[in-house]
């Protein structure tokens, strides 16, 4: 079984600050995990995936993640916000022991300030 | 076209009427999704189909009918639904059934039931 968590479900930054995004996955299995992105009136699309390689995985848009497994974490990083990235960030997990559907947290939304 | 495209884009239908919704992949993938997407929950997955078989119906109601009469094309045939079935629903395609698998969403079509 595996199960996502978004701590938040809004985030408000201003323009040019960092930006975090917390994520923290349940699973029995080592995970594999991804940042999925959704803008208005559009589907998600893929920021960043985690297939078991480098444990820092940077992704489109200058976002980065970082697997921490001592902390069951993936949390979604970005040195500096752009009025653009505001939209829907959903994290998910999937699974190396054969349930290939990956579990979608429940969304955080990101709203960039001027 | 690229990618994964979804017709119609907005949908306002009785609880009588009888509707189709279509998803074509154009990424030569071998498995496609239909997802339920509600505000503030989770994504649904409400069927997968895999070489236009059928390989998971995730306890979804009789009046919500799947169909992949190839592995483009992917439809969802809708009948005698309920205002609870409002939502966006979101297709999505990827290259086999790997828990690895990045997932290609369609802009999604949002659904009103009256």
């Known amino acids: 079984a595996q199960s996502v968590t978004q701590l938040g479900s809004h985030v408000s930054v201003s323009e040019g600050a960092l930006v975090l995004l917390r994520c923290n996955y349940s699973?029995?299995?080592?995970?594999?995990l991804f940042w999925y992105v959704q803008y208005p009136n559009q589907g998600l699309q893929l920021l960043l995936k985690?297939?078991?390689?480098?444990?820092l995985v940077k992704g489109i848009n200058g976002f980065e993640a970082e697997f921490k497994k001592s902390e069951t974490s993936f949390h979604l990083t970005k040195p500096s916000a752009h009025m653009s990235d505001a939209a829907e960030y959903f994290c998910?997990?999937?699974?190396?022991?054969?349930?290939?559907?990956?579990?979608f947290g429940r969304g955080t939304s990101l709203i960039v300030h001027p | 076209e690229t990618g994964v495209t979804q017709t119609p884009r907005h949908l306002v239908m009785g609880m009588t009427n009888k509707k189709s919704l279509k998803c074509e992949q154009h990424?030569?993938?071998?498995?496609m999704y239909w997802y339920k997407q509600s505000a503030k929950k989770p994504l649904e997955l409400m069927f997968v189909?895999?070489?236009?078989?059928?390989?998971e119906n995730n306890s979804v109601p009789s009046r919500f009918s799947p169909e992949c009469p190839n592995s483009s094309h992917l439809f969802l045939h809708l009948h005698t639904l309920q205002p609870e079935d409002s939502a966006l629903y979101l297709c999505?395609?990827?290259?086999?059934?790997?828990?690895?698998?990045?997932?290609?969403f369609g802009p999604g079509t949002r659904l009103t039931v009256l």
């Open positions: 985690y297939t078991s390689a480098a444990t």
């Open positions: 699973s029995s299995v080592p995970p594999y």
């Open positions: 998910a997990v999937s699974d190396s022991g054969g349930s290939y559907i990956p579990t």
């Open positions: 990424l030569g993938h071998n498995a």
């Open positions: 999505a395609s990827s290259q086999d059934r790997m828990s690895t698998d990045t997932q290609y």
């Open positions: 189909y895999s070489l236009e078989e059928r390989v």
